[in-house]
């Protein structure tokens, strides 16, 4: 068999020359197209797993930012609720301050009527017993009242020991204006003379005086100045005998509220003779 080699050759250069033009035309693109695809798809991956990536942080700031917004409206309940507690204790203290004080109100009105009612009636009593006291005493003596009080008023002013009558007669040579002489009636010009001299007298001046009627004063004389007084009146020993009644109702009171140890009860504390003890004249600095 004879071999054609120029045949060959042909078809071997033919073969050379397809292959040449499938890979320049075919082949080649094909390759580009893959790794293009395979570029892309690696792209994809890669954009995939960035937007994984800010996925799973944008989570993790929204897991975040709700824990925040729970501890805050946990923090802003707790607030609440000490807030609503405050000021149901202000509102509950403002409440029972306001009862406490209404209380203390109405007890002070009831007290202050109790005051005035007493002073009332002790006011009438008084009147009653010293307008009795009067009549009587002027039944009984050569002079009237007035007369006597005077008379014990000037007596009393002679027989004060020596300090107080320094002081009153500093008292009322240093004044300057007259002193005041108070009475619960409208001295007579007798007995206002028989007074400007025994103050003459005792304390060797010219002493300048001024009278006024004050019903306070019951059946006495009060001789006022610079803070210094000299004073005697009827009234004096009233408020003894005030003093002494208040003490023993204050005392019987007390025994009615306290109950009695072992069921004996107590009597309370008499007062010496049924009735105070009498006081004195007095002068006293004010």
């Avoid at 094909?30 to 800010?54: H, P, Q, V, W, Y």
């Amino acid at each position: 068999m004879l071999i054609d080699w120029f045949t060959v050759i042909a078809q071997a250069l033919n073969f050379l020359i397809l292959v040449g033009l499938l890979k320049h035309f075919l082949y080649q693109p094909i390759l580009n197209a893959i790794d293009a695809r395979e570029k892309g798809i690696a792209a994809k991956l890669a954009d995939a797993e960035a937007k994984e990536a800010d996925a799973r942080k944008e989570h993790a700031e929204f897991d975040g930012k709700n824990r925040t917004f729970d501890d805050q409206r946990a923090a802003l309940m707790t607030k609440a609720a000490e807030d609503a507690k405050t000021e149901h204790d202000r509102l509950v203290s403002e409440a029972h301050t306001e009862a406490d004080g209404l209380r203390a109100s109405e007890a002070n009105m009831l007290k202050n009527d109790q005051v005035h009612l007493g002073r009332e009636i002790k006011r009438l009593a008084q009147d009653h017993v010293f307008a009795v006291a009067r009549k009587t005493l002027a039944d009984l003596a050569t002079v009237s009242l007035e007369e006597r009080v005077g008379e014990v008023f000037t007596r009393r002013l002679r027989e004060m020991d020596a300090k107080g009558k320094d002081e009153l007669g500093a008292a009322l040579k240093a004044s300057p204006e007259a002193s005041l002489v108070r009475s619960a009636f409208d001295l007579p010009q007798e007995q206002k003379a028989a007074i400007q001299n025994a103050l003459n007298e005792t304390f060797s001046s010219a002493i300048r005086l001024r009278y006024e009627i004050a019903p306070d004063v019951i059946s006495g004389i009060e001789l006022t100045a610079r803070g210094q007084k000299l004073a005697w009146s009827i009234s004096s020993y009233l408020n003894s005998f005030d003093e002494g009644l208040e003490k023993l109702l204050g005392q019987q009171a007390m025994i009615q509220q306290t109950p009695p140890p072992n069921g004996v009860p107590t009597k309370p504390e008499p007062v010496p003779n049924g009735q105070p003890a009498t006081p004195p004249a007095h002068a006293e600095a004010k």
